[in-house]
């Protein structure tokens, strides 16, 4: 059972380049999220999942996009990087939404030069 | 905008003394809360949650929760070296479609434990 796992664990992006970060997670979770963490700063939410094919806005979400084709699958996509999406990106899962516990991945630092 | 605000610390408290951290919330109908635990460079782990006015005690951690006040607490007896991390409160709220989904986070406190 690994829970919520990331991919890249580590990126650097030129300004303008493209990348998606990867989410799994094998809890059988509906709901899952996205947050970026800024240096000594709490999290903040860009998007999240109510079940495979539910997306919606969080507090951050300009610049990012997201997809829910699966339930275990919630891929971050950043179209054309810029130097304010330097942060740390968490993944994370629950089983009731907001009531309940959430379970977070490792965490990708991204790095936009 | 539901904030969630937590005095950002540094706390520093000597080992075997009792850490107190504080969470004022402004959602009034906020129904779950949260506290985290987050070690430097590693993600988010939950310590305790709450749903009731009053104590709930788990080990060496308390949570205390005001609905009236709205703030939430978590006490942290006989502080070990090893809960030097930062401290993260989380609260979810109900009253708009999807808020009962998502949780507020503070932006944490640093607590140091001294040997």
């Known amino acids: 059972n690994a829970g919520v796992t990331q991919t890249p664990k580590f990126r650097i992006l030129k300004i303008g380049q493209s990348m998606t970060l990867q989410c799994t997670q094998d809890m059988n979770h509906n709901y899952m999220y996205w947050y970026r963490q800024d240096p000594g700063m709490g999290l903040k939410l860009i998007y999240y999942s109510v079940g495979a094919g539910i997306t919606d806005k969080g507090e951050v979400p300009n610049g990012y996009n997201v997809s829910r084709s699966t339930t275990e699958d919630f891929p971050l996509r950043l179209e054309l990087a810029a130097p304010s999406q330097t942060s740390v990106y968490f993944c994370?899962?629950?089983?009731?939404?907001?009531?309940?516990?959430?379970?977070f991945g490792p965490g990708t630092r991204l790095t936009v030069l | 905008q539901k904030e969630v605000e937590q005095n950002s610390g540094p706390l520093s408290v000597p080992e075997g003394a009792i850490a107190s951290l504080n969470c004022t919330y402004s959602?009034?109908?906020?129904?779950?809360f949260f506290w985290y635990r987050q070690y430097s460079g590693k993600s988010p782990e939950l310590i305790m949650s709450i749903y009731s006015n009053g104590d709930k005690e788990d080990g060496r951690f308390t949570a205390q929760l005001n609905k009236a006040s709205q703030y939430v607490s978590l006490l942290i007896r006989d502080s070990q070296p090893s809960d030097s991390a930062t401290y993260l409160c989380?609260?979810?709220?109900?009253?708009?479609?999807?808020?009962?989904?998502?949780?507020?986070f503070g932006t944490g406190t640093r607590l140091q434990v001294t040997l």
């Open positions: 989380a609260v979810n709220g109900v009253g708009e479609t999807g808020t009962a989904s998502k949780l507020t």
């Open positions: 994370a899962s629950s089983y009731r939404g907001g009531r309940d516990t959430q379970y």
């Open positions: 959602d009034r109908g906020s129904q779950s």
